[in-house]
């Protein structure tokens, strides 16, 4: 019940493309879910963040879309650019401790 | 500069060893928390702590060691490495229910 899944493991996309990243959980009890972005030696750092009474959130070219039905949330980048490859982890949270997706290594190429 | 640094960047040990991984944090943020990032498994929590001399498990916490006399300092310590141990931690921090921010990792390698 603690366990966010991820997919996909990878993800190529075109420059100017749209990403998409979903991940899903089974606690309803998770009321945050942020999105990490990673590049290599660096720890991950928030990229954007929502609560489940939100149906969906938009921070510049980075959106997330959250199903509370479905218990499914999804990340989507739009107009894709290279300096955007990455590893992307969603991760969902309770009482303040994150739970993380397996992680997504995105590349995009120009 | 503020911020979250963890130390070494690099360790290389033997099994059997002790091993103390160190994060030190200038926001004084009472929350911080270990984990470790290994491939196909995303980042799985070790220890957390909500302020100093208060500590508690998290995901993955057997063989490793934690404690907080101090709300800046959080030191993780593995008392005798083993193989599976191999992995990249991250130390991170946050105040309570706001996200949390992550160091650079230690990449340790138990031979």
């Known amino acids: ?110 | 500069d503020a911020g979250i640094t963890q130390s070494p960047r690099y360790k290389i040990t033997e099994t059997g060893r002790q091993v103390t991984l160190m994060c030190h944090q200038t926001w004084s943020h009472s929350y911080m928390f270990w984990y470790r990032q290994d491939l196909g498994h995303g980042l799985r929590l070790i220890y957390y702590s909500a302020a100093a001399d208060i500590t508690d498990k998290g995901e993955v916490p057997d063989g490793y060691v934690v404690s907080r006399s101090k709300t800046e300092n959080f030191p993780l310590t593995l008392e005798s490495a083993t193989r599976s141990q191999t992995s990249v931690y991250f130390c991170a921090s946050s105040v309570r229910n706001q996200p949390q921010h992550f160091g650079d990792g230690t990449r340790l390698s138990i031979l």
Not at chain 1, 31 to 52: E, H, T, V
Not at chain 1, 53 to 62: H, L, M, P, T, W
Not at chain 1, 71 to 84: A, T
């Open chain 1, 1 to 110: 019940q603690q366990q966010v899944k991820q997919s996909p493991q990878s993800l190529i996309v075109q420059k100017g493309g749209i990403s998409i990243i979903n991940c899903a959980y089974e606690n309803t009890a998770f009321d945050y879910f942020p999105w990490y972005q990673q590049f290599p030696g660096k720890g991950p750092a928030l990229l954007i963040a929502i609560r489940p009474d939100v149906s969906e959130k938009k921070e510049g070219r980075f959106t997330i879309s959250f199903n509370k039905s479905a218990k499914q949330f999804s990340l989507h980048i739009m107009d894709s650019q290279p300096g955007d490859s990455a590893t992307y982890f969603c991760a969902a949270s309770m009482t303040g401790k994150l739970i993380f997706g397996q992680g997504t290594t995105l590349q995009v190429k120009p």
